[in-house]
């Protein structure tokens, strides 16, 4: 519990991922790690005009503003990833065939992925967001390798096909960012700084 607004209420972190749940567990805060309701590829449609940050920013504050209905007066934690190549968007495969196919294009080559977190409390109507943006340069793969990959780390729901915090660190010659954590999937410094103006805070 942690005080906000002058009251005492619950975090949330809209996400049942397991590396976003062990990523907001290194603050020391005690949070509740839930789904969230809201339909992500059923609002992807009509986001497709937007810059590709403002998809993820946009997604962010859905998947917290859906729990909100349920938890007016908690602090409710969204996040959201999307990769960028060539000015399109680089999504989640959810098939092996996918994934080699975008991990072939990345390949040799630099992309950025942006990380969105909106932090939503609904008895005061206020949402506050950001992006990290960090710029991955791929290693030179070959189909062997890419395919070895993809059966041993099996990335079919992460944005861009690959884990870094797991096998899929050996794929990158080089990354350049503000935040480790965003590629993970969860930028914690941008969280520490949105919590912070809720008034619940992680230390003193």
């Given at each position: 519990m942690s005080a906000v607004l002058g009251a005492t209420v619950a975090v949330i972190l809209g996400s049942e991922s397991r590396y976003r749940r062990e990523l907001i567990g290194r603050l020391g805060l005690t949070v509740t790690c839930?789904?969230?309701p809201f339909d992500e590829e059923g609002a992807k449609e009509?986001?497709?005009?937007l810059p590709i940050t403002e998809r993820a920013r946009a997604l962010a504050i859905g998947k917290a503003e859906a729990l909100g209905e349920a938890y007016?007066?908690?602090?409710?934690?969204?996040?959201?990833q999307m990769g960028e190549v060539d000015g399109e968007?680089?999504?989640?495969?959810h098939t092996a065939a996918r994934a080699r196919a975008q991990l072939r294009r990345l390949a040799g080559r630099e992309h950025r992925l942006h990380t969105a977190v909106a932090v939503h409390h609904r008895a005061s109507g206020r949402t506050e967001t950001a992006v990290?943006?960090?710029?991955?340069?791929?290693?030179?793969l070959t189909d062997e390798a890419i395919a070895d990959y993809v059966a041993r780390d099996a990335p079919l729901d992460c944005a861009g096909s690959y884990r870094v915090e797991?096998?899929?660190i050996a794929l990158f010659e080089r990354m350049r960012g503000d935040?480790?954590?965003a590629?993970?999937?969860?930028?914690?410094?941008?969280?520490?700084?949105?919590?912070?103006?809720?008034g619940v805070r992680v230390l003193g």
């Open positions: 839930m789904a969230s009509g986001l497709s005009g007016p007066d908690a602090v409710i934690i969204g996040s959201d968007a680089l999504g989640k495969p990290d943006t960090t710029a991955l340069v791929m290693r030179a797991s096998l899929g935040d480790f954590t590629v993970i999937g969860l930028p914690l410094t941008r969280v520490v700084a949105l919590l912070e103006r809720f």
